[in-house]
């Protein structure tokens, strides 16, 4: 990595935190009844103002350059791809398909970076994997197809954003995250026209909150969570997503989690904690004929 980490408890901490944030998605998304563009849109110009802020607050400038570019078109990719296939396939296809990602990163950390993991790191993300399975195991089903490869593909994306920003400084990976929110904005925000919202206090208020709230602050922590933790410890920790998101909708929606889910939740939590204690993911030293691919 970039950077040393020297305090992984804060790291592991404030990504619990973006976690939290993250699993209200599915409860704003089912309470919008917006395009998926069109929230996907002022959803991102929420995060990009509170992302631009906060950047200004730490005195960071943007960026751009062909890492930058990359996060950002991964970011965008991310937020949208997991928009849309919410409208497509069940809420449960679509975070279990994202939530990929563990696989996904490091296949590509091994591709891009000559990335090579320890055993109990890929027992981890097997388990994990199976986990999230178990978890939707009575809910997945196999309608909306178009909805699942595009969820599936948001987890190649999203492994791919953990992987380059993790492998970024800090204003690099800032720039990145801020370029992949205007980027939604800039692309969502015209649809607008096409598919007029309804637009009432209630509404408005969600998705400023979803944008402030549930993208753009999680986005300002993890940017400082990843200096302080592994960027796999990242993703699996953001993994508790699917055990929250559904209990605010059982909360607010009165949607109740099955015998499976419980389970799984267990298997997950049990997994992710003792493989912190164990000291999460490191990578093995990279030998002199394995020379890390810099995408600058």
């Known amino acids: 990595m970039n950077e040393e980490r020297r305090l992984p408890g804060l790291g592991v901490g404030l990504m619990l935190i973006c976690a939290v944030l993250w699993s209200t ?14 929230l996907a849109g002022w959803r991102g110009l929420a ?3 509170t992302l631009w802020l906060f950047m200004r607050k730490m005195h960071y400038r943007v960026r751009i350059d062909k890492r930058t570019v990359i996060i950002g078109l991964c970011v965008s990719g991310t937020s949208i791809l997991f928009l849309i296939a919410n409208r497509l396939t ?14 996904f990163l490091v296949a590509l950390s091994m591709l891009f970076f000559r990335r090579r993991y320890r055993a109990a790191d890929y027992i981890a993300v097997f388990i994990t994997v199976c986990g999230i399975a178990l978890f939707f195991f009575d809910q997945l089903t196999p309608g909306g197809m178009l ?42 925000i015209p ?4 598919y007029p919202p309804e637009v009432t206090a209630i509404s408005v208020l969600a998705v ?20 302080h933790c592994p960027t796999l410890a990242c993703t699996l920790i953001a993994s508790l997503e699917i ?5 605010w909708v059982w909360i607010f929606l009165g949607e109740m989690p099955g015998l499976f889910a419980i389970f799984g939740s267990i298997v997950i939590v049990a997994t992710i904690t003792v493989w912190c204690c164990l000291g999460g993911a490191k990578e093995r030293p990279q030998t002199p004929a394995q020379p890390e691919a810099e995408a600058q």
């Open 47 to 49: 995060a990009t103002i």
């Open 208 to 227: 400023i909150a979803m944008g402030v709230l549930q993208l753009g602050l999680p986005y300002a922590l993890y940017s400082i969570a990843v200096k």
């Open 243 to 247: 055990i929250l998101s559904p209990i």
């Open 25 to 38: 998605a599915g409860l704003f998304i089912k309470s919008v009844p917006w395009d998926s563009m069109v």
């Open 147 to 188: 909805g699942n490869i595009l969820a599936l593909i948001d987890g190649v994306t999203m492994g791919a954003v953990y992987l380059f920003t993790g492998e970024s400084d800090e204003e690099r990976r800032l720039s990145g995250i801020f370029l992949g929110l205007a980027i939604t904005t800039i692309v969502g």
């Open 191 to 194: 649809f607008t026209f096409a």
């Open 90 to 103: 069940t809420a449960a296809n679509a975070i279990v398909l994202q939530y990929t990602s563990p696989v």
